[in-house]
C-alpha cells in the first residue's frame, strides 16, 4: 500500500497529468477508479473528496488534496527531483501562466468542444454536434499558434528542462490527435509538432496511455 491514493479514471486528462507526474518523480500511488462517464464523479462518497464532482482528488496523509495545479505543487515540494517547476522567477511566471491558459481556455475548446463532440460522443454512441467542432476550430488554431512562440525556438513550453505545463498539455492534446481536425492544424505548426513528438516519446506518456486508447495515442 503506498502513502498516495489517486482517485479517478485513466480516460481524464487531469488525472493522466497526474500519473505522469509520479511516474516522473519516480514515486508510486494507488489509483481508485471513479470515471465521469459513468457520472461517478458525482456520488456522495466523491463528493466527500471533490466537492465540485472532479477527478483527481489525492488522499495523502489523511488528508484530501484537488485541484491538478494544487496536486502538482504538493508533489513538486514533496518530492523536488526531478523539479518541474523552475527555480528561476521569469521561467516560474511563464509556467504559471501557462497552467492558467490551458486550464482556463485550452481545456474548454480543446476536450469540452473539438474531443468532446469528435471523440468522447462517438464512444458513447451520442450525436456529433458538427457546429460545436466548427466554431472550435478557429480557436484551437489560435491555441496552437499561440504554442508555437516559445516552442518555435525551444523543446519545452518554459524555459529549460521539461516543467509541469508540459505534462498539463500533454494529454489534451492527445486528445486533439485523436481527431483528424486536429492533426490537421497540427501539420501547419512545426514547434508544437516537434513538442508533441518529444513529449509522447516519455515513458511517463507511454505507460499512461488509458487502455481503449493504447493503438491511436
Ligand atoms: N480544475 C480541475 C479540473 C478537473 C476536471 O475538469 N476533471 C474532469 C475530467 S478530465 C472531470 O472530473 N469532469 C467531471 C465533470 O465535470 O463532471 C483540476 O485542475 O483538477
Same mark, same amino acid.
Given at each position: 500500500?503506498?502513502?498516495?491514493?489517486?482517485?479517478?479514471?485513466?480516460?481524464?486528462?487531469?488525472?493522466?497529468?497526474?500519473?505522469?507526474?509520479?511516474?516522473?518523480?519516480?514515486?508510486?500511488?494507488?489509483?481508485?477508479?471513479?470515471?465521469?462517464?459513468?457520472?461517478?464523479? +458525482?456520488?456522495?462518497? +466523491?463528493?466527500?473528496? +471533490?466537492?465540485?464532482?472532479?477527478?483527481?482528488?489525492?488522499?495523502?496523509?489523511?488528508?484530501?488534496?484537488?485541484?491538478?495545479?494544487?496536486?502538482?505543487?504538493?508533489?513538486?515540494?514533496?518530492?523536488?527531483?526531478?523539479?518541474?517547476?523552475?527555480?528561476?522567477?521569469?521561467?516560474?511566471?511563464?509556467?504559471?501562466?501557462?497552467?492558467?491558459?490551458?486550464?482556463?481556455?485550452?481545456?474548454?475548446?480543446?476536450?469540452?468542444?473539438?474531443?468532446?463532440?469528435?471523440?468522447?460522443?462517438?464512444?458513447?454512441?451520442?450525436?456529433?454536434?458538427?457546429?460545436?467542432?466548427?466554431?472550435?476550430?478557429?480557436?484551437?488554431?489560435?491555441?496552437?499558434?499561440?504554442?508555437?512562440?516559445?516552442?518555435?525556438?525551444?523543446?519545452?513550453?518554459?524555459?529549460?528542462?521539461?516543467?509541469?505545463?508540459?505534462?498539463?498539455?500533454?494529454?489534451?492534446?492527445?486528445?486533439?490527435?485523436?481527431?483528424?481536425?486536429?492533426?490537421?492544424?497540427?501539420?501547419?505548426?512545426?514547434?508544437?509538432?516537434?513538442?508533441?513528438?518529444?513529449?509522447?516519446?516519455?515513458?511517463?506518456?507511454?505507460?499512461?496511455?488509458?487502455?481503449?486508447?493504447?493503438?491511436?495515442?
Amino acid at each position: 500500500m503506498s502513502d498516495f491514493v489517486l482517485y479517478g479514471f485513466d480516460g481524464s486528462t487531469y488525472v493522466r497529468t497526474v500519473r505522469m507526474l509520479f511516474l516522473e518523480k519516480g514515486v508510486t500511488y494507488d489509483q481508485v477508479p471513479v470515471d465521469v462517464l459513468k457520472g461517478e464523479t +458525482h456520488s456522495p462518497e +466523491h463528493l466527500r473528496r +471533490h466537492p465540485f464532482g472532479k477527478v483527481p482528488a489525492l488522499e495523502t496523509g489523511g488528508r484530501i488534496l484537488y485541484e491538478t495545479d494544487a496536486i502538482a505543487e504538493f508533489l513538486e515540494g514533496h518530492f523536488p527531483s526531478p523539479a518541474l517547476v523552475p527555480r528561476q522567477l521569469d521561467d516560474r511566471v511563464d509556467m504559471r501562466q501557462w497552467a492558467a491558459v490551458i486550464n482556463n481556455y485550452y481545456y474548454q475548446t480543446m476536450i469540452g468542444e473539438l474531443a468532446w463532440q469528435r471523440v468522447i460522443n462517438p464512444l458513447l454512441q451520442r450525436p456529433v454536434d458538427e457546429i460545436v467542432i466548427a466554431a472550435a476550430l478557429p480557436k484551437v488554431r489560435h491555441q496552437f499558434s499561440l504554442l508555437e512562440q516559445p516552442l518555435a525556438t525551444r523543446t519545452w513550453l518554459v524555459a529549460g528542462p521539461v516543467s509541469y505545463v508540459d505534462f498539463l498539455l500533454a494529454p489534451i492534446m492527445a486528445y486533439v490527435m485523436m481527431t483528424p481536425e486536429g492533426r490537421e492544424i497540427m501539420a501547419d505548426f512545426p514547434g508544437v509538432q516537434r513538442w508533441w513528438d518529444n513529449i509522447r516519446q516519455r515513458e511517463s506518456f507511454e505507460r499512461t496511455i488509458p487502455e481503449r486508447f493504447r493503438t491511436s495515442g
